[in-house]
């Protein structure tokens, strides 16, 4: 017989219409993922907030269904065979392009500028999708154009987000007539998070891109905002922060 002597592991209905004890149970199973390594049990309490007899027995049930195993040694508790099935099922059926896709016109209601999605392809990174704000820009860019990987915002962000043997024959092509430090632009991209120009690919416009990351923190895609002011590429530009908000969004780290 379930036993429901603790009144917030009774079968109640949250305020979303969920089950709560089933609620409480899926915020345990979220904490342990969030943990750096196996957890003993009244550290798992602490960190969720619970009572450790109510912990010990979803964690018991957790165990039977494979998602939780317990260290002989030490007897802590870590995510199981099934959570990683789990896991890696997700990250499977994981459409970084289309879910961003799919998203685009917030990011050009939000900020009033035409957004642009890219993917990698065989000569560089390529325009597959192309949002236009009402403020109409004329552009000889379009769907299926490939953009310079280290002129365009969009080449940078994946100069520093693909994997370098990906990258490596586009880049010695675009890099040949390249004049400045190739691996300090890399370097500062990632530090910055987003890569930015004005005027350096298509003059009166400017750009500003973010990479769309998968679990190995590797670029999927890129999203470039284009305007014609150049202030929406200036360090600390709301456009900026729009944007690699955005982006982080539609990233495993936040997806998943």
Known sequence: MRDISDPSDAPASGPSGGLQSLDSALFLLAVLAECPGPAALSDLARRAGMPVSKVHRYLASFAQAGLVRQTAKSGKYDLGPQALKLGLAAMARQDFVNQTADRLPDLVAETGL?????????????????????NYIVTALGLGSTLHLLNSATGRVFLAFAPSSVIAEVLSRDGAAWPGDVAALRDQTRADGYASVAGDLIPGLAAVGAPVLDWQGEAQAAVTLIGTDPAIAAPGAPAIAALTRFCAAQSIQRAG
Do not use: K
Request: aromatic share 10%; glycine share 4%; proline share 5%.
């Open 114 to 134: 035409t957004a642009l999605l890219c993917v990698w392809a065989s000569h560089g990174p390529t325009v597959v999708r192309w949002e236009r704000s009402a």
